[in-house]
């Protein structure tokens, strides 16, 4: 099954502002959005965002998810140190009847 | 509180079968499809199978057809996944979640002679 594309990492400063991006089709995220997961090594994925880029309880405000076309994007404002992590977009792929991932971008906070 | 306990993980032999469980709690788990993912060691995630909140609809990754099989037990808040045939690239931790929303803490499979 094809999967969602996203870049393989970013860097960016202690405080600066990260932009992740994860880029499908019209029969995954451009139909029903992209979920965000955020995965620290050795702990399970940790839901960020629903595909209505709303946020779950308890998630900061300094994470906003948005999607343009076939294109879902996460920010992450005023980065921290334990903003470093793996970030997975989610996506059901009405096509393929399949959920598909991106392969993972790598968030490093210098 | 969401919690989903996977369970059933181990080390085994090509060729062998093995039965995850993954018990649910903190959500109406009979409205809920619920899927399989695993993940191989320093790799991405991989969805394996998902079934409808009444099993009337099972779906499966290409790379498990016909050799593994989820089913649930609603009076149980219990999913499965019944895997045969296993092969070196099943190892993975497998993760019992709701892809876009809810996410258990998983239990390793590992595929060895």
């Known amino acids: 099954q094809a999967g969602l594309t996203q870049p393989p990492s970013v860097s960016k400063g202690l405080r600066q502002t990260a932009t992740l991006t994860c880029t499908g089709n019209i029969n995954n995220v451009g139909d029903q959005g992209a979920a965000w997961l955020q995965q620290h090594q050795g702990h399970p994925p940790k839901l960020l965002s629903y595909r209505n880029n709303n946020r779950p309880s308890g998630i900061s405000e300094r994470l906003s998810a948005s999607r343009s076309g076939n294109t879902a994007s996460l920010t992450i404002t005023g980065l921290q140190p334990e903003d470093e992590a793996d970030y997975y977009c989610s996506a059901w792929d009405s096509s393929l009847s399949a959920w598909v991932f991106g392969g993972g971008t790598k968030l490093t906070v210098l | ?113």
């Open chain 2, 1 to 113: 509180e969401v919690q989903l306990l996977a369970s059933g993980g181990g080390l085994l032999q090509p060729g062998g079968s093995l039965r995850l469980s993954c018990a649910a709690s903190g959500f109406t788990f009979s409205s809920r499809s619920m899927s399989w993912v695993r993940q191989a060691p320093g790799k991405g995630l991989e969805w394996v199978s998902s079934v409808s909140h009444n099993s009337g609809d099972i779906l499966y990754a290409d790379s498990v057809k016909g050799r593994f099989t989820i089913s649930r037990d609603n009076s149980k808040n219990t999913v499965y996944l019944q895997m045969n045939g296993l092969r070196a690239e099943d190892t993975a931790v497998y993760y019992c979640a709701d892809p876009a929303d809810y996410w258990g803490q998983g239990t390793l499979v590992t595929v060895s002679s």
